[in-house]
Structure formats: structure tokens, C-alpha cells
């Protein structure tokens, strides 16, 4: 952006700012707001299973809070870079999938697909009310979403970041009795986790 941009937007300018202050002050965080990540620091605990949608600095750091993690990868490079890290940092329980796009990446998502993605399907290989945290931060999220409803224990999280690309948290397929235990934005993007009842 230019400089006009940030003269006519100094609020914007602030807020990436600040962020990218703790972005360099937490480097091995995962790229989430940080009162997100302060409550997964402060809720989660080594006898958790989690599944993960979307995968990057987040799937390291998850990894060492909980006793097994799956995470879910469609780019064959950044699947490739994970792995490097997570082999260097010899973190051993993460079952990391690569699982291709099934359609053009810029395509927007459907509202039903036949058959389902086998991105999405990953949930299918848990049983239900197995997983204490699900978190969605990749493809065909609306589908994940209600695919991972039933997998989730009560008690358990759904982590959705980026809720700010619906209209409204009405939007998201999440079901109405589930408490909202986290709501926390960096002023560029939010990010919410609901606790399953």
C-alpha cells in the first residue's frame, strides 16, 4: 500500500502495527489474535485430541498443548515446509495430511458438495465426541463446520478464525446452544471459539 493509503487510514496503520509488534514478540505463535491465543494457552491440556483444518506456525504450537493432533493441509509446498519444521522440532504426534483441493482454489464454497471434499471427509475418521478442540482455519470452512459438529465433545472448542468473511456469527453453521468462550479480534481480522454443550 502506499503512503497515502496509511495518511488517509491512520487507525489501519496503528492496528497493523501493533500487530506486527506481537507477531515479532511471539514468533512461534500461530497466526491468530492474540487474546485467541491466550486462551488456548491458558484452556487447553496434554490429554486433548485435536483436529486441525488449515495448518502452519499453529499446527507446531498446538501440537505441543495437546496429546494428538491431525491437522489438514491442501498446499503440496507449505505441506512440504510443515513437515520440515515439525520433523526439526521432532514433535511426533501429528498425523498431517496432505489433501488436495478437489476444485479450483478461487472458487468459492458451495453449500453442498456430492461427493464431500476429502478434505472435509477427514472428520469422518473420528468417532463422535472424540475431539476436545477443532480448528477451522483453511478450505471449504462452512462444510468442515458442520462436519465436525458431532466429533466434538461437550465441553470441547471450535476454534473459527476469520469469522469477519460471514455477515454475522448467525452465519456460521454452529449450533445455537454452544457458548461463545472466546471472542477476540487484532482489529484486522476476529476470531471466535464456541464450547460444545
Known amino acids: 500500500m502506499d503512503l497515502r493509503h496509511w495518511l488517509t487510514h491512520p487507525r489501519e496503520f496503528v492496528v497493523r502495527l501493533r500487530y506486527f509488534v506481537w507477531e515479532k514478540l511471539h514468533p512461534n505463535s500461530p497466526w491468530l489474535c492474540p487474546g485467541t491465543v491466550q486462551f488456548c ?25 495437546l496429546a494428538k493432533l491431525t491437522s489438514v493441509e491442501h498446499n503440496a509446498n507449505w505441506h512440504a515446509e510443515v513437515t520440515n519444521k515439525l520433523a526439526a522440532k521432532k514433535i511426533t504426534n501429528v498425523d498431517y495430511r496432505f489433501s488436495p483441493l478437489e476444485h479450483p ?3 468459492g464454497e458451495r453449500a453442498e458438495y456430492d ?5 472435509v471427509r477427514v472428520a469422518d475418521d473420528f468417532a463422535d465426541q472424540s475431539l476436545n478442540l477443532v480448528i477451522v482455519d483453511g478450505h471449504y470452512r ?10 466434538i465433545k461437550p465441553g470441547g472448542y471450535l476454534l473459527v478464525d476469520d469469522v469477519n468473511f460471514w455477515p454475522s456469527l448467525a452465519a456460521l453453521p454452529v449450533p445455537e446452544g454452544w457458548t461463545i468462550a472466546d471472542d477476540s479480534t487484532n482489529g484486522l481480522k476476529r476470531c471466535v471459539i464456541w464450547q460444545a454443550v
Open 41 to 65: 494457552k491458558k484452556h487447553l491440556v496434554p490429554t486433548m485430541v485435536g483436529l486441525e483444518y488449515g495448518s502452519g506456525r499453529s499446527t507446531a504450537w498446538f501440537a505441543r498443548r
Open 115 to 119: 461427493p464431500m471434499p476429502m478434505y
Open 105 to 107: 482454489e478461487p472458487e
Open 142 to 151: 462452512n462444510n468442515c463446520i458442520r462436519r465436525v459438529i458431532a466429533k
